[in-house]
């Protein structure tokens, strides 16, 4: 009976000493997560601040990548092209906390050089996705004529398994996949990012352009403090019963 009961606690203490270790390993890595994510917020917060640059040139588009380029600011000027647009779906962003549901006006719009970059020409409160009323805010961009333009630099990304497939007829997607858009719409070669207008606003306000502001949840801490508080618990727990298994054998 006694060998029993020994090896019984022997396996529930190799289990126990698993599983604490384990609860530790996670709290560790909530740790480094939160020290990257603040490694993050502190670049992205200096980019954002820092004052805007040319756009790059054309032959230097394939060297640009999201770890030392996205949101850096840029100033260009770019006319609107007579093409179709297309909107992205948003219920809230990490970068503009001003806009709710709605969504954000993607349109192409072409360099002095001949190159086409897409423009998020900001943001369209529409909770029923009217196209009509789309088309209206949109339309007074196309002017025919150049615009000076400032905005940030932006990556585009791909639809996951999960990302509702695009609405074609109402030219809705659900992620910013630029080059889905492009081959879609029509919109020939475009830059292999975007840009995230801040500067002009039109007239009538719509759609909103607007600066970025980088707030990045952050909850790692807590999940840290979870998972050790999880380890010490059990380690109470076990200490608790393996008390009680010496004092009734």
């Not at 940030?152 to 630029?178: H, M, N, Q, V």
């Not at 607007?210 to 200490?239: N, R, S």
């Amino acid at each position: 009976m006694n060998n029993h009961k020994n090896r019984r606690g022997f396996g529930l203490g190799v289990f126990t000493l698993v599983m604490i270790g384990v609860l530790i390993g996670l709290g560790v890595w909530q740790l480094q997560r939160r020290a990257e994510k603040h490694a993050l917020i502190a670049a992205l917060s200096e980019r954002l601040a820092e004052k805007p640059s040319a756009l790059p040139n054309p032959s230097d588009w394939a060297a640009l990548s999201p770890a030392k380029d996205e949101f850096r600011r840029v100033s260009f000027s770019a006319t609107y092209e007579a093409r179709p647009d297309a909107m992205v779906y948003t219920f809230a962003s990490a970068v503009r906390p001003d806009v709710g549901v709605g969504t954000w006006a993607f349109l192409p719009a072409r360099l002095p050089d001949g190159g086409t970059v897409v423009i998020n020409a900001g943001f369209v409160q529409n909770t029923v996705q009217d196209r009509s009323q789309q088309d209206r805010a949109v339309s007074p961009l196309v002017t025919g004529q150049p615009v000076p333009m400032t905005g940030y630099l932006r990556f585009p990304e791909k639809a996951g398994l999960l990302t509702p497939s695009p609405a074609r007829d109402k030219r809705l997607w659900f992620s910013r996949d630029i080059g889905a858009m492009a081959q879609a719409l029509g919109w020939e070669n475009v830059a292999p990012f975007y840009i995230d207008l801040e500067t002009p606003v039109p007239a009538s306000g719509v759609p909103k352009p607007g600066p970025l502001d980088v707030h990045l949840k952050d909850d790692h801490l807590q999940y840290a403090i979870t998972w050790f508080g999880l380890a010490a618990a059990l380690m109470l727990a076990f200490g608790a019963w393996w008390r009680n298994q010496r004092r009734s054998s």
